[in-house]
């Protein structure tokens, strides 16, 4: 993941200093409103990325940018095979951190662990298949509600 220029530890070649992500989730919803036996939709609500990853040298400034609520014009998020090819993106725009919060999982290494929670206004879902072929797709709040 590569949010403003905050550095992670990730060391590949196409991801240099990119902040190593454990587990993603990432989702919407769209709740229907009921007038007799029409449904018709709602406004989509975007809910928050969440990540977890391990403390890393971009944990301070996570927590720095939550504190402050700090924007942030683009988050990359890149979901990578394991011959190193890139499937499924998804860039975030108009990114602020709302909440960070550490864990600790005291197994006999006892890692500590973050669950970043990331709000944004504009996203764009991009997945590349194994022929190489691309489907996209992006949504953007300001514009659609």
């Not at 229907?32 to 301070?60: F, N, Y």
């Not at 940018?65 to 993106?89: D, R």
Request: proline residues 3%; aromatic residues 6%.
């Amino acid at each position: 993941m590569k949010i403003g220029d905050i550095d992670g530890e990730a060391s590949d070649r196409d991801h240099k200093d990119w902040i190593i992500v454990e587990s993603v989730s990432l989702g919407m919803s769209q709740p229907q409103r009921a007038t007799g036996t029409t449904r018709r939709p709602g406004s989509v609500k975007l809910e928050d990325l969440v990540i977890h990853k391990k403390v890393d040298k971009s944990s301070p400034r996570l927590l720095e940018a939550c504190a402050k609520g700090q924007a942030f014009p683009k988050l990359e998020l890149e979901l990578v095979s394991a011959n190193g090819q890139t499937y499924y993106k998804v860039t975030l725009n108009r990114v602020r951190i709302s909440s960070v919060r550490t864990q600790t999982d005291c197994d006999p290494d006892c890692q500590v662990f973050e669950e970043v929670a990331i709000n944004y206004t504009k996203i764009t879902w991009e997945y590349t298949d194994s022929a190489g072929n691309k489907t996209t797709r992006t949504y953007n709040a300001q514009e659609n509600n």
